[in-house]
């Protein structure tokens, strides 16, 4: 849109130049009558090469238009299945035009860029769809840069949100096959497959999946399927290059190949893939799949608990821009710790970089200090007690910073670090002392077993899902020993203001609570609204 709007106002100044032009030649001619084709000359190129370079101007603003439009409506019609309905309101249309710069960018292999434009819409999202849309293109995403953890995670999150698209079904799937988790990916697959069966994707996914587990005969027909469904389909006729190579039978294998390259496989791929199976290299760790019960349960958990967080990572290329940090020099009037002597900053945060978040603060400081001593300030016996802690809030947006602290070998920050923050969504902690209660209730209605009741490996799962590990601004904490709020009396403190996780890069360590620890501070939500900050419970633990 910047570059519009500056062509647009360039082709309004050249054309203004050309009248001046224009009108300088009149009055020359007027003023020199004497030598009328010189100056008919002379004025006529300048004028000429002003219209050239208008035309030229104004042509790239109209076609940088014409390209915006098509593009919109190109993605719109291309991806219509998996963005339906998504920032459909009237004032959403910014967002839905992020969408698809976002799908653009993806499209276009700059999946960094594709990635932060749709972290920045998870916060605009209102509707299951908005939410279905943006995780599926970071799904995506993940997918295109091997970082099939994450695209596993983003797919399910669709899930969350919608259970009946096929596309995500047969995409989790492989995303599970690419760590091992064949059960998983032979599940997916075929839920993709029950609601689309003429779905050729997934026949290849499928056979995909058999032919890294050595079936290969089995491969071969889901592969024969997908080919049948859509002749275009590469990755089906790569697949069945490879399952023939693999019985040897080098005539089906090379006809295989030439269609496989004939509609758009690259050659070098299908190459290393063909060595891969002449050194027997196909089949990867099998891992046991989470029943479809326990797998619904979880997501109706997360439907119920999701909400609104921002996490606080430092950095790799700060800008100088970034005011929040972790440690470094106080900022306005220190509080005086229970020793007699100042607090030390743990933590700053200016409110107005932390993307809008429930109840949270849009301006102002928000101050975390701690005693400096062997147990952070924390008092375990009374964590609400802010003698060895305090949380400061003010409006002020400027605030004097003090004398930078003396080094400390009992602090927990290594330094001075700026944080940026990303929003993000997430469900209830299984560190949550109310987790498994809660967890029962939708497994019971999914008619699985209890959670207690469920296999070790499945328990691992549903946990890894539900695992709140970093740093981050509300969201849900992680604890490694126990929830302090079990205890009934601190069972108002519901709300997540700041987590601090023990974090460490390029071999040095920047924060380290305890043996590689986590801290937490809650607030009770009605007092976080209120800006209210007198009560406050300040817990970390470690291994």
Not at 69 to 78: D, M, P
Not at 145 to 150: F, G, M
Not at 274 to 285: P, Y
Request: with cysteine.
């Amino acid at each position: 849109m910047k570059k519009e709007k500056l062509l647009s106002v360039l082709s309004v100044i050249l054309c203004l130049l050309i009248f001046a032009a224009f009108g300088y030649l009149v009055y020359s001619l007027l003023q020199s009558p004497e030598d009328p084709g010189k100056l008919l000359l002379r004025g006529g190129i300048v004028i000429i090469s002003l219209i050239a370079t208008t035309v030229k101007v104004f042509a790239a603003a109209t076609s940088t238009k014409t390209v915006s439009k098509h593009l919109l409506a190109r993605y719109e019609s291309a991806y219509v299945d998996l963005i339906h309905g998504a920032f459909s309101r009237k004032e959403q249309k910014k967002q839905r035009q992020q969408l698809i710069v976002a799908i653009h960018h993806w499209n276009n292999k700059n999946p960094a860029k594709a990635e932060e434009l749709l972290q920045k819409l998870l916060p605009h999202c209102q509707k299951n769809a908005d939410y279905a849309a943006v995780y599926t293109f970071l799904g995506r995403t993940y997918s295109s840069t091997a970082d099939y953890l994450s695209a596993e995670k983003a797919f399910r999150e669709v899930l969350r949100y919608d259970e009946t698209r096929p596309y995500v079904y047969s995409a989790l799937g492989m995303a599970c096959q690419e760590q091992g988790k064949n059960g998983d990916a032979e599940t997916f697959c075929k839920k993709a497959l029950d609601l689309d069966p003429k779905n050729a994707a997934a026949y290849n996914n499928l056979g995909s999946l058999y032919f890294s587990r050595g079936d290969i005969h089995e491969a071969i027909d889901y592969g024969l399927k997908a080919l049948e469904l859509n002749g275009k389909l590469y990755q089906a006729a790569t697949l069945l290059c490879l399952c023939y190579a693999s019985l040897e039978d080098q005539a089906k294998s090379a006809k295989y190949l030439d269609i496989a390259l004939a509609n758009g496989q690259d050659a070098g791929a299908i190459r290393a893939a063909l060595h891969r199976v002449k050194v027997g290299i196909l089949a990867k760790q099998d891992m046991e799949p989470t029943p479809a019960e326990a797998d619904s349960a979880c997501n109706s958990l997360y439907r119920e608990t999701a909400g609104a967080f921002a996490r606080a990572e430092l950095p790799e290329n700060p800008t100088e821009k970034e005011r929040s940090r972790l440690g470094g020099a106080p900022l306005g009037e220190v509080p005086i710790g229970k020793d007699g002597k100042p607090m030390r900053l743990l933590c700053a945060i200016d409110c107005a970089e932390v993307p809008k978040l429930p109840n949270f603060p849009e301006k102002g400081w928000l101050l975390f200090y701690i005693t400096d001593d062997l147990y952070h300030g924390a008092d375990f016996d009374n964590p609400t007690e802010q003698t060895g802690f305090r949380v400061l809030y003010t409006e002020e947006t400027e605030l004097p910073p003090g004398e930078e602290p003396a080094p400390s070998d009992l602090f927990p920050i290594m330094g001075q670090f700026p944080l940026a923050f990303t929003p993000d969504v997430c469900g209830m902690s299984c560190c949550d002392y109310r987790f498994e209660e809660t967890l029962n209730v939708h497994l019971k209605e999914a008619g699985a077993p209890s959670y207690a009741n469920q296999t070790s490996s499945t328990r691992e799962e549903i946990c890894r899902r539900f695992y709140p590990k970093g740093s981050h601004v509300l969201g849900s904490p992680l604890f490694l020993q126990a929830d302090p709020r079990s205890r009934e009396k601190y069972g108002e403190f519901d709300t997540l203001l700041l987590q601090i996780d023990s974090m460490s890069a390029d071999g040095k360590t920047q924060t380290q609570i305890g043996d590689d620890g986590v801290m937490q501070f809650f607030i009770p939500a009605e007092n976080l609204k209120k800006r209210d900050f007198s009560k406050i419970l300040y817990w970390w633990d470690c291994y």
